[in-house]
């Protein structure tokens, strides 16, 4: 018998109705009794197959179920950055039943803490590089926590230091074969995603197992995905985009791709040293690769499909990619977490897409399947063709909301005057079309902005500053503007100068990229007639600074 039949067997033994039930891992089953010695993921220059994947995965998913004591809330924390851990831990939680919340060992640890707390989890699987910065999420955990090691084999040390902890290294975790198919409902949750809050604490993002699906199914068909397809995966797992790359492949059995840090850095050599076939990132990519000359045509013949989303996509850099490429489809993504990954998608075409473009940035297209939009102005009265407003949408895709949060919900999740349906308010600034034609982007209505691909609260940054610096009058800007969003941000504080103390007790507490490139400190900010800080006049005297 071969292995393939025997991974069949050992499915069917555990998955008894499986086929019938439609959830994120029964794809990746499919996927492993169809092709178990495929590749499944590729990461840390480690390979594993389908099969290697599934016995892991399992293995975590029979560990979590083995305590449910330690389940009290639906939700495993995956504590693992860029290896195969990571996966096997998103697929684990997964298969136990659980939704997963990625935490990013490169966050400052106090944030990591704060998200591993709000998610209520007291499951976590953690990696080997990760294991350092362990001790900051179990000192403050008031529960017990089952934390799963699967780089480990002795967790002895572990043990006697936190006693409270239940701790399980890589001969602990129980056998694949004791893993038993977990119910899920629609609206179960696949993910727990924290994205910047305007009150400095980061916000959970509620996506449910339905949300993920109606997407998936739409964009494994649209781009013809099989096993055949090897696609990157240059998210982090703290970023929603990453699910992209992960369920579009397992669901046909295709390869995930997973560069390291320095890879990241050199998206060249990836590409052609991976063999990739499906590309995804943000457009800030391909800003910096035709900025370093390496769009030149023909240089990606094998790539079929290019995907760019998080920020807005460049004209210039997307005609320089499909050079580069000819062979793929290129297509501009757009979508925030809340609206599970993309929500509109506006496919390049040589002929006519530069016409349907302003601002030099590409449209950001049209809604998926079921997802209906609104423009709307200042009070939530939709706006006339060709006219400029906010962004809301509905259908399938929208999340539940937001953790633990029903304030928060109520303000973000809306029906508008003459509507029956709950809409989403984006916080983004499009044009109506005309006639049939695609949405075009316009910019933010408030203070999120889009850092290097981020979207970044610049209230939470203020939040942070101002907790240290001693003045309640803070602005932050972002700085400077580019083509894909901005390059940094700034802060204006008013009151004396302060040393180097602030900027380091501030990155303590920010991811690199929301930590301020400069701080000037003023006797007097801008305010406008009301009284307010004017952030624009603000921001306005950054211009011809370019230090």
């Keep these: 018998m071969d292995k393939g039949s025997l991974l069949n067997d050992r499915v069917r033994s555990n998955a008894v109705g499986f086929e019938e039930q439609r959830s994120l891992w029964s ?3 499919r996927s492993a009794q169809r092709f178990p010695q495929r590749p499944a993921v590729v990461a840390e220059g480690k390979v594993l197959t389908y099969e290697e994947l599934y016995e892991l995965a399992c293995r975590i998913a029979a560990t979590i179920q083995r305590y449910p004591e330690c389940s009290p809330t639906p939700l495993t924390a995956v504590f693992a950055y860029r290896s ?4 096997a831990g998103v697929l684990g939680a997964l298969l136990a039943g659980n939704g997963y919340v990625p935490l990013n060992r490169t966050f400052p640890e106090g944030r990591t803490q704060v998200m591993f707390e709000r998610s209520e989890s007291r499951t976590l699987v953690v990696d080997a590089k990760s294991l350092p910065q362990l001790s900051g999420l179990l000192e403050g955990a008031r529960e017990r926590v089952l934390v799963m090691l699967p780089d480990m084999s002795d967790v002895a040390q572990l043990e006697a230091r936190w006693p409270k902890h239940l701790f399980v290294g890589a001969g602990g975790l129980q056998a694949s074969s004791s893993w038993r198919e977990a119910a899920v409902h629609p609206d179960s949750l696949a993910y727990l995603l924290f994205t910047s809050g305007s009150t400095g604490t980061p916000k959970g993002v509620a996506v449910a197992e339905r949300n993920v699906l109606s997407f998936l199914d739409y964009m494994v068909d649209r781009y013809e995905v099989t096993e055949n397809d090897r696609l990157s995966q240059m998210f982090d797992m703290t970023f929603d985009l990453s699910a ?7 669901e046909r059995g295709a390869c995930v791709c997973c560069p390291s840090q320095k890879e990241l850095i050199k998206p060249d050599s990836f590409i052609k040293n991976s063999k990739l076939t499906m590309w995804f990132s943000v457009p800030s990519t391909a800003v910096f690769m035709k900025q370093l000359g390496l769009l030149k045509a023909g240089r990606y013949p094998e790539l079929r499909v290019s995907l760019f989303c998080g920020e807005p996509l460049p004209v210039s850099s997307i005609q320089a990619w499909c050079e580069a490429a000819p062979n793929s489809i290129v297509e501009n993504l757009y979508g925030p977490t809340e609206l599970t990954i993309a929500c509109t998608l506006y496919r390049w075409d040589s002929q006519r897409s530069a016409s349907e473009s302003e601002m030099g940035i590409a449209p950001i297209g049209y809604p998926y399947p079921g997802m209906t939009y609104l423009v709307v102005d200042e009070e939530l009265n939709e ?26 919900t109520s303000e973000a999740f809306i029906t508008p005057p003459g509507q029956t349906e709950v809409y989403y308010r984006t916080g983004d600034r499009v044009r109506r ?15 999120q902005i889009k850092v290097l691909g981020h979207r970044v609260e610049l209230g939470e940054i203020e939040a942070v500053v101002r907790k240290h610096c001693g003045s309640d009058a803070v602005v932050a800007v972002g700085w400077p503007f580019t083509s894909s ?8 504080i008013e009151g004396r100068e302060q040393g180097n103390e602030l900027r380091d007790t501030v990155r303590s507490e920010l991811p690199e990229y929301m930590v301020p490139r400069r701080f000037h400190f003023k006797d007097r900010l801008a305010r406008n007639s009301n009284g307010k800080l004017d952030r624009k006049a603000i921001s306005k005297s950054l211009e011809g600074n370019n230090e």
């Design 27 to 29: 794809g990746f089953i």
């Design 84 to 87: 195969t851990t990571a996966f």
């Design 244 to 250: 992209f790359d992960m369920f579009v492949a397992w």
């Design 383 to 408: 706006v006339v063709p060709g006219g400029e407003g906010e962004l809301l949408m509905n259908g399938p895709q929208m999340s539940l909301g937001y953790w633990r949060d029903t304030k928060k």
């Design 433 to 447: 079309p005309r006639s049939g034609g695609p949405l075009i982007h316009l910019g933010r209505i408030d203070s």
């Design 485 to 492: 969003g901005y390059g940094g941000v700034e802060v204006f």
